[in-house]
Nanobody
Framework: QVQLVESGGGLVQPGGSLRLSCAASGFTFSRSAMSWVRQAPGKGLEWVSGVSTSGLSRYYADSVKGRFAISRDNAKNAVYLQMNSLKPEDTAVYYC??????????????????WGQGTQVTVSS
């Protein structure tokens, strides 16, 4: 049974940091590119970041480039998102997800075959 379990969300002030974690099981994690996507209240899905199977190739949406960093630990079947210099517009539910096509990231749920229940990130003073 495939499971993706996100954790690490919470309430943080603007300029603060959070580190999200995603624990994966039920599929061959080391052979899967992974991604983080988010959905703000009343808005559509937004792709945030992606990482290759080895972790050497990392990709970011322009909105988070320079502030967020994705990483993975294949020994622990985990993917992470370090979020720095957070802004109110980063407020959203964050999901880790596996793209159906490795390396093909996007803002549609149909592009992913597995995702977790999400973790809420709220950036507010």
């Amino acid at each position: 049974q495939v499971q993706l379990v996100e954790s690490g969300g919470g309430l943080v002030q603007p300029g603060g940091s959070l580190r999200l974690s995603c624990a994966a099981s039920g599929f061959t994690f080391s052979r899967s590119a992974m991604s983080w996507v988010r959905q703000a209240p009343g808005k559509g899905l937004e792709w945030v970041s992606g990482v290759s199977t080895s972790g050497l190739s990392r990709y970011y949406a322009d909105s988070v480039k320079g502030r967020f960093a994705i990483s993975r630990d294949n020994a622990k079947n985990a993917v992470y998102l370090q979020m720095n210099s957070l802004k109110p517009e980063d407020t959203a539910v964050y999901y880790c997800a596996r793209p159906r096509v490795p390396g093909l990231y996007g803002a549609s749920w149909s592009q992913y075959d597995y995702w977790g229940q999400g973790t809420q990130v709220t950036v507010s003073s």
